[in-house]
C-alpha cells in the first residue's frame, strides 16, 4: 500500500499532509459534512434566484448547483475524492470509463491531428482509436507500450495532440513506464489507471497529464455503479467540461453515491485483493496444467522491476493461460462454482472471463495475438472471498477444465 511521508499529519497543512487511508475517509464531504454517509442529490435541475445568477452559473466550469448535466453535489464529492486521492487539482466524472475516455478524446482531438495509443487497451478503448478516430479524421499510431521509447517515438511534433496508454493493461497485465509517458512534451499525456486504482499509483506524480478510471470497477467497488473519471489540471478538466456539457455521458448521482461510499473502504479491499492475487498467481504457476500466469507482483512477469518501482502492490488482476486452448478455457469459466462467469473487475466477487470468446471477440486473430491473448488465456478479478476456498475453487474448474 502506498504509504507516502507524512512526518507529522496533524500540523501545517490541508488534507494534502494525510495518508491515503485517512484521506479516502475525510474528503468528499463537499456541501454536507454532518451527514456522514454521501447525500443523494437525486435532482436534474436547480432554482437560481436571479438572472444573472442563472447566467453566472452557466458559464462557470464545474457547476454543480444548476443543472446535473453541468455537475450535480453528489457528484462533486466523488469528483473531490478522485482528486484528492490521484493528486489532482481537479476531476471531472463521467457516466462511465467509457464516457470519460470519449470525452477526453474528443475533448482534446479534431480533424487532422494526430493520437499515439498503445497496442495493449481495453477492447472498447482499443475499438474507438482503431475504428471511430480515423472515420472523424483523427490518425492513430499503435505501438508496444512495453517497448521502451516506443511512445515519445511515435509523437509527431505540432501535429500530435495526444498520448494515451493504459497500465496495467488489458488482458495480459502489461506495465508501462510512468516516468517515460511523463517526460513527453506536447502532446496531452493520458493514463487509463482502473486496474491500479489511485491507491496503487498515481501517474500525475510522475509527470502524466490526465488520468482516467473505470470508476464502475475497483474503485466503487461492489458492481453497482458504472461510473468514469478524469483527473489533472483545473484547466485541463475545465476544458474537458466545456465539451462534456455537449457530449451528455454525465454521471449519475446515484452511481456518483456509491462510489463514494464504495471508496471509504478501497485501500482496505485493495489491500486483501493484492495479497489474495499474489497468493492465487503464484500457486497457479506451480500447476502443469496452467501456462504464462502474469501477475505484475510476481517475479516472472517481464516488467516486475518497473511495477515494484512505480506501483505500490500488484492488483487484482491475474491472467493465465488454461493449457487445452479454447475448450478447456470455457470449459474452465463454466466450471468455477466460488468465482463467477463475469465481464468487469475490483468487486468483492472473485471474476473470471474468457477474453478470446468475450470481450476481445471482435478482434482479428492477429491483434489477439499481438494482445498476447490466446485461445486459453483466462482474466481473473481476484474478489475477497477467502483465498483458501478460491484456490480449491480454481483447483476443482481446472481439473474439470483439463479432464476434457
Ligand atoms: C472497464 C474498463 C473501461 C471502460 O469502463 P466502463 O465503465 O465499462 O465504460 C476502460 N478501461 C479499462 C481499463 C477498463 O477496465
Given at each position: 500500500m502506498n504509504e507516502s511521508p507524512a512526518s507529522d499529519p496533524l500540523v501545517?497543512?490541508?488534507?494534502?499532509?494525510?495518508?491515503?487511508?485517512?484521506?479516502?475517509?475525510?474528503?468528499?464531504?463537499?456541501?454536507?459534512?454532518?451527514?456522514?454517509?454521501?447525500?443523494?442529490?437525486?435532482?436534474?435541475?436547480?432554482?437560481?434566484?436571479?438572472?444573472?445568477?442563472?447566467?453566472?452559473?452557466?458559464?462557470?466550469p464545474g457547476v454543480d448547483r444548476f443543472y446535473s448535466r453541468y455537475g450535480n453535489p453528489t457528484v462533486s464529492g466523488f469528483e473531490e475524492l478522485i482528486a484528492d486521492l490521484e493528486g489532482a487539482e481537479a476531476a471531472r466524472a463521467?457516466?462511465?470509463?467509457?464516457?470519460?475516455?470519449?470525452?477526453?478524446?474528443?475533448?482534446?482531438?479534431?480533424?487532422?491531428?494526430?493520437?499515439?495509443?498503445?497496442?495493449?487497451?481495453?477492447?472498447?478503448?482499443?475499438?474507438?482509436?482503431?475504428?471511430?478516430?480515423?472515420?472523424?479524421?483523427?490518425?492513430?499510431?499503435?505501438?508496444?507500450?512495453?517497448?521502451?521509447?516506443?511512445?515519445?517515438?511515435?509523437?509527431?511534433?505540432g501535429k500530435t495532440?495526444?498520448?494515451?496508454?493504459?497500465?496495467?493493461?488489458?488482458?495480459?497485465?502489461?506495465?508501462?513506464?510512468?516516468?517515460?509517458l511523463g517526460a513527453i512534451r506536447g502532446p496531452v499525456t493520458v493514463v487509463d489507471s482502473t486496474f491500479a486504482t489511485p491507491m496503487l499509483q498515481q501517474p500525475l506524480a510522475h509527470g502524466v497529464d490526465l488520468v482516467v478510471h473505470s470508476a464502475t470497477k475497483g474503485i466503487?467497488?461492489?458492481?453497482?455503479?458504472?461510473?468514469?473519471?478524469?483527473?489533472g489540471s483545473r484547466e485541463l478538466i475545465d476544458w474537458l467540461w466545456g465539451f462534456a456539457v455537449l457530449q451528455g455521458a454525465a454521471a449519475s448521482p446515484f452511481d456518483a453515491m456509491n462510489a463514494t461510499r464504495g471508496i471509504r473502504t478501497l485501500p482496505l479491499r485493495i489491500r486483501q485483493q493484492c495479497e489474495s492475487a499474489l497468493a492465487l498467481a503464484s500457486?497457479?504457476?506451480?500447476?502443469?496444467d496452467v501456462s504464462d500466469v502474469r501477475y505484475p507482483g510476481l517475479a516472472s512477469h517481464p516488467q516486475y522491476d518497473l511495477a515494484a518501482r512505480q506501483m505500490s502492490g500488484g492488483g487484482g488482476l491475474v491472467t493465465f493461460d488454461v493449457v487445452g486452448g479454447l475448450e478447456a478455457g470455457t470449459r474452465f469459466v463454466e466450471a468455477v462454482r466460488v468465482a463467477r462467469h463475469a465481464p468487469s473487475l475490483g468487486g468483492p466477487e472473485t471474476l473470471v472471463t474468457h477474453p478470446a470468446s468475450t470481450t476481445h471477440v471482435n478482434l482479428l486473430p492477429d491483434e489477439l495475438a499481438?494482445?498476447?491473448?490466446?485461445?486459453?488465456?483466462?482474466?481473473?478479478?481476484?474478489?475477497?472471498?477467502?483465498?483458501?476456498?478460491?484456490?480449491?475453487?480454481?483447483?476443482?474448474?481446472?481439473?474439470?477444465?483439463?479432464?476434457?
Open positions: 501545517g497543512g490541508g488534507p494534502d499532509h494525510f495518508r491515503p487511508q485517512t484521506r479516502a475517509i475525510l474528503s468528499g464531504r463537499q456541501g454536507d459534512d454532518r451527514s456522514l454517509a454521501p447525500v443523494l442529490w437525486a435532482t436534474s435541475t436547480f432554482s437560481a434566484p436571479t438572472v444573472a445568477e442563472a447566467r453566472r452559473l452557466a458559464t462557470t463521467y457516466g462511465s470509463g467509457m464516457g470519460a475516455i470519449t470525452g477526453v478524446v474528443l475533448g482534446l482531438c479534431s480533424a487532422g491531428d494526430h493520437i499515439v495509443a498503445q497496442r495493449q487497451l481495453y477492447a472498447a478503448t482499443q475499438l474507438l482509436f482503431q475504428a471511430a478516430c480515423p472515420r472523424l479524421g483523427i490518425e492513430v499510431t499503435f505501438v508496444d507500450g512495453t517497448e521502451p521509447g516506443a511512445f515519445a517515438a511515435a509523437v509527431r511534433p495532440t495526444l498520448v494515451f496508454a493504459e497500465t496495467p493493461a488489458n488482458p495480459k497485465l502489461d506495465v508501462i513506464d510512468l516516468t517515460e466503487a467497488g461492489h458492481n453497482d455503479a458504472t461510473l468514469g473519471v478524469v483527473a500457486a497457479l504457476e506451480a500447476r502443469s499481438a494482445n498476447g491473448i490466446g485461445p486459453g488465456t483466462i482474466r481473473m478479478s481476484v474478489g475477497l472471498e477467502h483465498p483458501d476456498d478460491l484456490l480449491a475453487d480454481l483447483t476443482q474448474a481446472l481439473d474439470v477444465a483439463t479432464a476434457g
